[in-house]
């Protein structure tokens, strides 16, 4: 499954997109999100628009996930040298 979350708004969004997952998720399952960083680059989307790790938790973890981890993704197509951000959360 793929969506670009970054052209939508997770506040109003978010909920019924995690309650999605959840639902077509095994037990135990896990979502890996990929976004560009939370601040100003060449590259991506404005900055107004990109969502942070804090951001994606705060709308997923009251509908039962749980972030298993995070990490900058450095070397992204070769050009973003770690303008990457990636949350894994499990439920």
């Given at each position: 499954?793929?969506?670009?979350?970054?052209?939508?708004?997770?506040d109003e969004c978010g909920?019924?997109?995690?309650?999605?997952i959840s639902r077509v998720?095994?037990?135990?399952?896990?979502?890996?999100?990929?976004?560009?960083?939370?601040?100003?680059?060449?590259?991506?989307?404005?900055?107004?628009?990109?969502?942070?790790?804090?951001?994606?938790?705060?709308?997923?973890?009251?509908?039962?996930?749980?972030?298993?981890?995070?990490?900058?993704?450095?070397?992204?197509?070769?050009?973003?040298?770690?303008?990457?951000?990636?949350?894994?959360?499990?439920?």
């Open positions: 499954m793929s969506t670009s979350l970054h052209c939508m708004n997770l909920p019924a997109i995690f309650k999605e998720l095994k037990d135990s399952g896990q979502v890996a999100i990929l976004e560009c960083k939370k601040e100003k680059t060449d590259f991506g989307p404005p900055l107004h628009m990109r969502i942070s790790g804090e951001e994606l938790k705060a709308v997923a973890e009251p509908l039962g996930f749980t972030e298993s981890q995070n990490m900058e993704i450095l070397n992204l197509y070769g050009s973003l040298n770690g303008q990457t951000e990636k949350v894994a959360l499990e439920i």
